[in-house]
């Protein structure tokens, strides 16, 4: 892959892609056997189950709402998951996992320069949120009200893209190549422009704003906060 290159294609990243690679991971604990049938039910299930507590939040969603809403009976929902948290715990973990397979794919040319580095994690992690939204907006606005497992999860996942971005930095700085004192800290105040894009959605609907103007100008404000050199 060269760096002119799509990080990921985002058609491996749409809701039944990323419901088959649930199925494929908790295959043992799923009852529904065909593939086919069992992907296409847990897609109805989590996509149901994230605009419920987009309305409602985690704690006040029931699985007989999800039951009703997704039109799956209850024992039908038992075929996929014992509970509402191991349904939380599947998300995340889908949620995770995709981020750590996006971000590991770095092609090699980019990884070897820290400004490219950095820019190709801007645009990678917006792209991606940008498919996986709805999963996204989930993991991160419900955080508060997961069981304390489920909540470390989902910080777990948050301080992944931090730590990514403080080694980039890091590097960066070992090489004279950004001029920068704390990249711990650059790198937290980093992460929530990320974020924002699939947190504050119709704030840039509002003004125009599309994805690519985005990540360019999100892309500047870095480069300058790190004072990156050519």
Not at 67 to 77: K, R, T, V
Not at 104 to 109: C, E, G, I, K, N
Not at 175 to 192: C, G, Q, Y
Request: charged share 30%; proline share 4%.
């Amino acid at each position: 892959m060269t760096s002119t290159q799509r990080p990921f294609d985002p058609e491996n990243y749409r809701l039944e892609a990323l419901c088959g690679r649930i199925f494929a991971r908790h295959s043992d604990r799923i009852r529904v056997r065909k593939p086919q049938t069992a992907v296409a039910n847990l897609a109805r299930i989590v996509k149901t189950f994230l605009k419920l507590t987009n309305r409602k939040g985690f704690h006040a969603t029931s699985l007989r709402e999800l039951s009703e809403a997704a039109e799956l009976s209850m024992g039908g929902l038992y075929s996929y998951f014992d509970s509402k948290d191991t349904l939380l715990l599947m998300i995340l973990d889908e949620v995770d996992s995709t981020m750590r397979e996006v971000l590991d794919a770095v092609p090699t040319d980019v990884a070897a320069d820290p400004t490219k580095h950095l820019r190709w994690v801007v645009d990678t992690h917006v792209r991606l949120t940008e498919v996986m939204q709805p999963w996204f907006v989930f993991a991160y606005m419900e955080a508060k009200s997961f069981p304390p497992s489920a909540r470390r999860a989902a910080i777990d996942s948050e301080r992944l893209v931090e730590g990514v971005l403080e080694d980039i930095i890091e590097k960066g700085r070992a090489s004279r190549r950004f001029s920068i004192e704390d990249p711990a800290l650059t790198a937290a105040l980093i992460k929530p422009l990320l974020q924002d894009w699939y947190v504050k959605r119709a704030k840039y609907r509002r003004r125009n704003v599309s994805i690519d103007r985005y990540i360019q100008h999100v892309t500047a404000i870095v480069e300058a906060a790190v004072d990156a050199k050519a």
